[in-house]
Nanobody, 127 residues
Framework: EVQLVESGGDLVQAGGSLRLACTAS????????IGWFRQAPGKEREGVSC????????YYADSVKGRFTVSSDNAANTVDLQMNSLKPEDTAVYYC????????????????????WGKGTLVTVSS
């Protein structure tokens, strides 16, 4: 069974840090692009970050650039999202998703027809 499972969401104070993990089972990340997305209450799902498994290229939304870092461990089939200097506006459910042979630039511009989605992990940042 193919699964993506997010973990690491928590309640944290503004200025704090969290590390989210996305773990895949049932398939390998080879040739897949992994995106991190978030959805706050009443808002559309937005792309936060993306990593190309073939060459490790990374992409970020302007709202998180300089604060978030995405990394992958293809051998372990995990993609992490390190989130620093968190702000209350980062509060959302964070999802990871995988799509085969699609460039991150397409995903960061709004492509959402991913092959696999996780169920999400809640990040709450208090002020």
């Amino acid at each position: 069974e193919v699964q993506l499972v997010e973990s690491g969401g928590d309640l944290v104070q503004a200025g704090g840090s969290l590390r989210l993990a996305c773990t895949a089972s049932g398939f390998t990340f080879d040739d897949y692009t992994i995106g991190w997305f978030r959805q706050a209450p009443g808002k559309e799902r937005e792309g936060v970050s993306c990593i190309m498994s073939n060459d490790g290229s990374t992409y970020y939304a302007d709202s998180v650039k300089g604060r978030f870092t995405v990394s992958s461990d293809n051998a372990a089939n995990t993609v992490d999202l390190q989130m620093n200097s968190l702000k209350p506006e980062d509060t959302a459910v964070y999802y990871c998703a995988a799509v085969y042979l699609t460039h991150c630039m397409v995903i960061m511009k709004g492509y959402r027809d991913m092959d696999y989605w996780g169920k999400g992990t809640l990040v709450t940042v208090s002020s």
